[in-house]
């Protein structure tokens, strides 16, 4: 058993979101699909300083976390911003600042 299964569900996916945004590459795409307002068919590399291998991978990422979608287009893979996934990763996050919040009556 992987050390991550002793863990419940949530926690496991609030590690997954922290760990595909502890990328700088990783926010600079979101963020670019999220300002752009629209599914972005052809090269994000010319938005990165990063080779295209390098953003093919942390496309890959966001992907697997359900933070961004890519459909094939032809020879062309047309990425947006899966509002779906990103409200439950802010979802997660609330989640978690509520908790916060609360411990703060806390007098340690």
Do not use: W
């Amino acid at each position: 058993m992987a050390k991550t299964e002793l863990f419940n569900e949530s926690l496991q996916q609030s590690a997954a979101y922290f760990k595909v945004l502890s990328h700088p590459a990783r926010l600079a795409i979101i963020n670019y699909l999220i300002e752009s307002g629209t599914c972005i068919t052809g090269d994000i590399t010319e938005e990165l300083p990063l080779s295209r291998t390098t953003v093919s991978q942390h496309l890959q990422e966001l992907k697997d976390c359900n933070l961004i979608q890519g459909t094939v287009n032809g020879a062309k893979v047309n990425y947006c911003i899966n509002s779906i996934g990103l409200e439950d990763m802010i979802s997660e996050l609330r989640n978690m600042a509520a908790k916060l919040e609360k411990s703060k009556s806390c007098k340690c």
